[in-house]
């Protein structure tokens, strides 16, 4: 380390130190204009390693202060929350309590300093204080407004916010009542004080067409048009590609070479060649859109790319990372047109050995475009679909069969896992009206195209660590033991067996035991979330689900920024420029990769809300309808359970199991009638009616079936109601959510003599 990181945090350190900016702290240790270049990079290497951080209004601290704590908040709706310590994201068993009281106006994905209390928790949880706010997760927030006693409010959409928000003087930015709007927070709201806001976009009526889409995009801060800049660049480069110049490529055009993506996939970035040499030898190329070639380091469209990092995959639709002039034009591998390409050629041997790869920057023209579904029927039965598809296609689609299915059992041998988490797709009409939803197929022409790209990232990630070149990797961080151990004894609840819960092969075994079983949803999301989150980092920590220790993502630069920077390394390499390979600077890559984990992240949750927002708007229409339903979770407080024709989830709370009292048996993951005996168990098969939807707070309540009682908003009951995660085991006496007494008391219960003390529930 350069002198000045010692110099750095020495004056962070000091009692004198007031938080300053980068070109003050420089003034303050007398920085001269020649040494300007090393304090910034000793400043950015510490800021890398976790000592200091810089806010986002760019003031400077140490990481951790003595005696403070720094953590992301998770805020639950009855008003307290838990700090995740920063430097053990993934390590729940360390959070820490904090009151509604203590946690002042600090919001759920807050960056805060708290100061450790002494414990007064049954549970002897660490308890603490939030001290300040070191960094909002985000100020923007959507909500339906209303006028009342001569003012503006708004109503946050979700859970976030207890109380409507005011945004002043009625009628701002023309909003009218019911109209979804887009705030600005001026005030954040607390125990002591309520929130102040100002009103800064109109979206639309509430309900409409469209306006839950754009709520969505807004309230996750999604990009959404591109600046002039960056169209005008891809206008350019377009107008500039000449398909004619196969200069310094491969020439593959003659080849044989198809894509298999979705029926209504937006962009085509890969495709397939396929052939066995006399020695029993494949030979695969995996040949992937070069988007490398119009997008140059450093321009308009690199920024724009850098700063979304991917695209976002709406229900109704795309936004993309690109414009639509490269993304779905000549970036895109479409049928009968020559496209410039990243090719990773590889020799396996009969075995499924990798022998050998080569990189090209190469040229090819696809010959057969597929959609997932038709590709099995022609495997199965080619000679009903001889006019369908030419001799050479019908041959290579059997070349990819076969050599596909044995890469994916010498896959599995390894040790590799598949969790079966099926997508929800959801169904619109020609006027954008949700119809339904469904969950999508997978089948083996899936499964065809996933070997193949896993083979492509995992010979380009073996290429560039021999070349022991810094590059982004995709990691897959070993799970934490205990996690595990708590899963076995998940599993064992449900009556399976694990045999090790440390082997790959004894997971995997437990997952296809489950596979055609009710269960199969609850188990496969329990392991889940047994296991860390995958994430774009440059340290060498390899893919545990894969079994594999190097690995990366190179096989979709269009819609991903990493494969992107991928692309440009093993362009260099096809050129035969390994020495002029480009060097990031590794403190600039590793915080490029942070941010593309985190755009990732952003872009899933936002895809998984508006599912959920979509579905819950078809469920509105359908207040009384019959659904056939699986339990896909069991808490203290009722059981979640998805519909098994519409996979929409909600809860059957348990004041609407009105027939008994009903007590929470945790190990069997059940809720059990005192008298009758009735058990409503993970997994099981219940039906239900659709009792109450609460768009805005993405709130779904069912009752049972053959009864009266509809789910009522009860102050009392609905105040701590959270949104909770199915499969998630509650401690004993529920210490999740230590305010929620649900499954430790009956409810109304005349009978019961000892308040607080008795297991049973009422309905």
Same mark, same amino acid.
């Given at each position: ?37 090393? *304090? ?177 995009? %807004? ?6 048009? *591109? ?47 396929? %052939? ?128 596909? &299915? ?46 193949? &790209? ?88 390899? %893919? ?95 059981? *979640? ?27 069997? %993951? ?94």
């Amino acid at each position: 380390m350069s002198t000045f990181g010692p110099q750095i945090l020495g004056l962070l350190d000091s009692p004198e130190y007031h938080p300053a900016k980068t070109s003050q702290l420089a003034k303050q240790l007398g920085v001269t204009k020649q040494q300007v270049a090393e *304090f910034k990079e000793a400043l950015d290497e510490l800021i890398e390693a976790g000592l200091v951080r810089k806010q986002e209004n760019g003031i400077l601290r140490r990481r951790t202060a003595k005696g403070l704590v720094a953590g992301i908040v998770r805020r639950a709706a009855a008003g307290f929350g838990f700090l995740t310590l920063t430097d053990a994201p993934n390590d729940r068993s360390r959070d820490i309590y904090i009151s509604k009281e203590d946690l002042k106006d600090a919001q759920s994905g807050d960056e805060v300093m708290i100061q450790l209390l002494p414990s007064d928790r049954r549970d002897g949880k660490p308890r603490g204080r939030v001290v300040e706010v070191l960094q909002r997760e985000t100020h923007t927030f959507v909500g339906t407004y209303f006028e009342q006693a001569g003012g503006g409010f708004v109503r946050v959409d979700g859970t976030v916010f207890t109380d409507p928000i005011s945004v002043g003087d009625p009628g701002a930015k023309g909003a009218k009542p019911q109209d979804k709007v887009v705030i600005e927070m001026l005030r954040f709201p607390s125990h002591s004080q309520v929130g102040e806001a100002v009103l800064t976009q109109v979206l639309g009526q509430r309900g409409q067409p469209g306006v839950d889409t754009l709520s969505i995009i %807004h309230e996750f801060g999604l990009p959404d048009e *591109f600046p002039e800049a960056v169209l005008a660049e891809a206008r350019e480069q377009a107008s500039q590609f000449d398909e004619t110049n196969l200069a310094g490529r491969l020439d593959l055009t003659g080849e044989t070479i198809i894509t298999i993506d979705p029926v209504d996939a937006r962009d085509f970035d890969d495709a397939i060649s396929l %052939h066995k040499s006399s020695d029993g030898h494949w030979h695969l190329g995996v040949h992937i859109a070069d988007v490398s070639h119009f997008v140059p380091v450093g321009s308009a469209l690199d920024q724009e790319a850098q700063l979304r990092s991917t695209s976002v995959y709406l229900p109704d639709r795309v936004l993309p990372m690109l414009p639509e002039i490269l993304s779905n034009g000549l970036a895109s591998l479409q049928q009968g047109h020559v496209r410039f390409t990243k090719s990773a050629i590889m020799e396996f041997s009969a075995e499924g050995v990798p022998i050998h790869t080569e990189f090209a920057n190469s040229a090819i023209r696809v010959v057969q475009r597929f959609a997932y579904e038709q590709v099995m029927p022609i495997i199965e039965q080619p000679e009903l679909h001889r006019k369908e598809v030419s001799p050479a296609v019908n041959d290579l689609l059997q070349r990819m069969y076969e050599f596909a &299915m044995l890469l994916r059992k010498r896959r599995f041998k390894r040790g590799s896992l598949e969790l079966s988490m099926p997508e929800i797709k959801i169904d619109f009409n020609d006027e954008g009206k949700v119809t339904g939803a469904h969950t999508a197929p997978h089948d083996a022409s899936h499964e065809i195209i996933e070997e193949f &790209m896993l083979a492509a990232n995992i010979a380009v990630a073996t290429a560039l660590n021999d070349l022991r070149f810094p590059f982004m990797r995709r990691a897959h961080g070993d799970p934490d033991e205990l996690k595990l151990r708590k899963f076995s004894e998940f599993a064992a609840t449900l009556g399976l067996t694990l045999t090790s819960f440390q082997s790959r092969h004894a997971l995997q075994a437990l997952l296809n035991e489950v596979q055609d079983k009710p269960i199969r949803q609850s188990v496969n999301y329990a392991l889940l979330r047994s296991m860390k989150q995958a994430e774009y980092t440059i340290e060498e920590i390899g %893919h545990y689900a894969l079994a594999e220790e190097q690995y990366c993502h190179f096989t979709s630069p269009i819609r991903r920024y990493p494969d992107l920077t991928i692309h440009r390394l093993v362009g260099a390499i096809a050129a035969r420029k390994k020495g002029k390979l480009p060097k990031p600077d590794v403190v600039v890559l590793a915080t490029l990769a942070k941010h593309c984990s985190a755009m990732e992240r952003r872009a899933a949750s936002a895809e998984r809300e508006l599912v959920k927002v979509k579905l819950l708007t078809y469920m509105s229409e359908r207040i009384g309808e019959e659904l056939d339903t699986i339990i896909t979770g069991v808490q203290d407080f009722g059981f *979640f359970c998805q519909g098994t024709k519409i996979p929409a989830e909600g809860m059957v709370h348990v004041t609407a199991l009105n027939d008994d009292y009903y007590y929470f048996d945790e190990t069997a %993951h059940s809720l059990i009638g005192r008298r009758s005996g009735v058990e409503y168990r993970l997994g099981s098969p219940v039906k239900v009616v659709v009792a109450r939807v609460d768009i805005d707070r993405r709130q779904l309540d069912f009752r049972l079936a053959g009864t009266n009682l509809v789910t009522a908003v009860d102050p009392v009951v609905d105040a701590p109601r959270r949104q909770a995660t199915p499969n998630r085991k509650p401690s004993k006496d529920n210490k999740q959510f230590p305010q929620q007494k649900f499954g430790k008391q009956r409810l109304n219960d005349p009978k019961s003599k000892k308040k607080g003390k008795s297991k049973k529930k009422k309905r």
